[in-house]
């Protein structure tokens, strides 16, 4: 039994070991002008493209069957300049056809390619031969049908450049697969390659590739996954006058802003913009995308909505989007208007290139809004931006348990913002509106606010030097929270000289309050100021400076026993200092003085020349004054500045 396994192993072994001889043999008498032809020839029926061979031709048939041509370009179109340049373009070539002196490739490895694809202004490029060539070979009953499916790229380089849009692109170490119909109609792309410093891994399949290459409606899934950035889409193309598809389009991103910055686009603000996804049914018409059923997050904030998003030239969203509860904190968290750990206002130049990036057409609409500690009721607003103009208005909330209306608005003009705003508050509760609003602790009560100013600058502080306006505050049924003036004025009533005491305690109620100012130029004018309480009723007049946040203002404060009355006493007074701690003290102490029944006769006696003459003999006599010196007494001329030393002690 194994002799006759020996004598039969031996033919089969020499008949291979005669296969290997002529294989190799092949390889030495194969002519290479017809396999060159014939793959050059396969190559056009499938790509369209001129092969043009610069360097040497490799073949090989044992172990491995291919044909490598160096230093190749590919032309088509009747161009110049190649739209493909490779290195090293291998057909693999298949051995039973090459066995009877066929030559058909198998799949094609292209290492090193350079694509260069040009788009120009009508939408075509120099790649729409390649593209109705395949659309042609591939039809069912075409002439030549394609004699290979795969192509494989390897450290490839990709330029685009779009001559209408003036755009430029590059993809670096470019792997990937292409798969498309010889048998089936499917066609799919795998791989990886770099764009912008980040490593992109994509897959792209189409169902129907002869229908998509023709500008029919064929499916498409389409994915694309990088550290910035992922993106998927499952639906629909078509590409007849223009591009166009149809499907679900889903968006995810660990930090919006990077992204933003990855795909070119400048982040707005300098703050949130931070965890991102979206899911939405998505209809892209040329360069326009209407999103509808829309599900977006961004830094937590949840809503729903209608987006639209165009591309001609000038980037455009409009979006009308609804949601349980948003919090705007992360977006104003870092404009900070004061400096830090300082009163003064913030000098740090703003940031305007943002306003000139995209133009966008919000609407909003929310249960709750917060803003930093603030809390809003149901709210309504809506966001403009165009032009380097951005205007935000406030058709409704619900704010400080009453309503809220208004608009502000920022214009560039070079490195000048230029804000306007307009708001009304209606019904509101003073004291967390005037603690979140202007940083006053001190103000209870129930109220309105209508603000209108406008200021240019280059920073904060460049706002308040520009302020322009007026503002005006009615207030009832409230208390002015740290001080009380009733308390203060029956105290200096019966003992003018007692002193203040502790008077920065306890609260002064009032029934109405009412404040109008005009701003010019950062200073802030108050030309009547009037709260009257059950007790006391106060006015002010003066100024308050907005770029030093200082007051200067002098008022009267008094005493009545019912409202519309004579005050029973007045006490000017003045405040003056920063705004976070003023003083507050008497205008005129000589008034105390002479209220006093202890100083007021005494500063009556003193102007009377006998009285004078007395009151200072009897000092002489206590202090020794008459010894030391035999002077006479000095004119009665200098009475009145005797009286005006008693004044001033």
């Known amino acids: 039994m194994a002799q006759g396994m020996k004598r039969l192993g031996m033919p089969i072994a020499a008949f291979l070991g005669l296969a290997l001889v002529g294989l190799v043999a092949m390889s030495w008498f194969l002519n290479r002008d017809a396999l060159k032809q014939a793959v050059e020839a396969q190559i056009r029926a499938v790509t369209g493209l001129d092969l043009v061979v610069k360097g040497n031709i490799d073949v090989s048939v044992f172990p491995a069957s291919y044909v490598s041509f160096h230093d190749v370009g590919l032309k088509g179109g009747g161009t110049a300049d190649p739209a493909l340049a490779v290195d090293v373009l291998t057909a693999n070539l298949r051995l039973l056809p090459l066995l009877l002196q066929r030559f058909e490739i198998a799949d094609v490895m292209m290492l090193r390619p350079h694509i260069h694809v040009v788009r120009n202004a009508n939408g075509e490029s120099n790649w729409t031969p390649f593209i109705e060539t395949i659309a042609r070979a591939m039809k069912p009953g075409a002439d030549n049908q394609v004699s290979f499916s795969e192509i494989r790229i390897q450290d490839g380089v990709l330029g685009y450049e779009d001559i209408s849009n003036h755009l430029k692109e590059g993809l670096d170490d470019i792997d990937l697969s292409l798969a498309w119909p010889s048998i089936s109609r499917s066609f799919a792309a795998t791989g990886q390659f770099d764009w912008r410093g980040e490593r992109v891994d994509g897959s792209i399949s189409i169902s129907d590739f002869v229908a998509a290459l023709s500008g029919d409606r064929s499916g498409l899934k389409a994915r694309l996954t990088s550290a910035p950035l992922k993106l998927a889409f499952d639906g629909t193309v078509a590409d007849r006058t223009s591009m166009m598809m149809e499907g679900t389009l889903t968006v995810d991103s660990a930090s919006l802003r990077n992204a933003l910055r990855w795909t070119g686009q400048a982040p707005p603000g300098a ?367 200098s009475a009145p500045a005797t009286a005006e030393s008693v004044k001033s002690n």
């Open 271 to 637: 703050g949130g913009f931070g965890r991102f996804a979206l899911k939405a049914r998505a209809n892209v018409v040329g360069a326009s995308i209407a999103l509808t059923n829309v599900n977006v997050e961004l830094d937590g904030n949840v809503a729903e909505g209608v987006m639209t998003y165009t591309n001609n030239g000038r980037q455009t969203l409009q979006a009308t989007l609804a949601a349980g509860a948003l919090d705007f904190t992360p977006y104003v968290s870092t404009v900070r208007l004061l400096a830090s750990g300082a009163r003064d206002w913030n000098r740090q130049l703003f940031d305007l290139n943002s306003l000139s990036a995209t133009d966008l057409d919000m609407r909003l609409s929310a249960a709750r809004v917060t803003v930093g500690s603030s809390r809003l009721g149901r709210t309504a607003l809506g966001a403009n931006l165009r032009g380097g103009t951005l205007a935000l208005s406030v058709a409704e909330a619900q704010v400080y348990g009453g309503i809220a209306k208004g608009s502000f608005g920022i214009a560039r003009s070079d490195a000048i913002a230029d804000v306007k705003a307009e708001f009304q508050l209606t019904d509101v509760d003073l004291q967390s509106c005037a603690a979140e609003l202007f940083g006053i602790n001190k103000l209870s009560g129930r109220g309105n606010l209508s603000v209108s100013l406008v200021a240019s600058g280059s920073s904060p502080f460049g706002l308040a030097q520009s302020l322009d306006g007026t503002a005006t505050l009615t207030g009832h049924d409230g208390a002015i929270n740290g001080f009380n003036v009733e308390q203060l004025l029956r105290r200096l009533e019966r003992r003018p000289l007692s002193g203040a005491g502790n008077f920065r305690s306890g609260s002064t109620p009032y029934d109405n309050l009412n404040i109008a100012v005009k701003f010019s130029d950062g200073v802030a004018t108050a030309d009547d100021i009037r709260i009257e309480g059950p007790a006391t009723r106060l006015t002010l007049t003066g100024t308050a400076s907005v770029p030093s946040r200082e007051y200067d203002l002098k008022g009267i404060a008094s005493l009545v026993s019912a409202p519309n009355t004579t005050p029973e006493f007045d006490l000017p007074f003045v405040v003056q200092g920063p705004w976070e701690d003023p003083l507050i003290f008497p205008a005129d102490p000589v008034s105390l003085i002479k209220r006093s029944p202890v100083t007021g006769p005494l500063l009556d006696a003193v102007k009377d020349p006998k009285t004078r003459d007395a009151v200072r003999s009897a000092l002489e006599h206590f202090t020794g004054g008459g010894q030391k010196s035999a002077t006479p007494d000095p004119a009665p001329a």
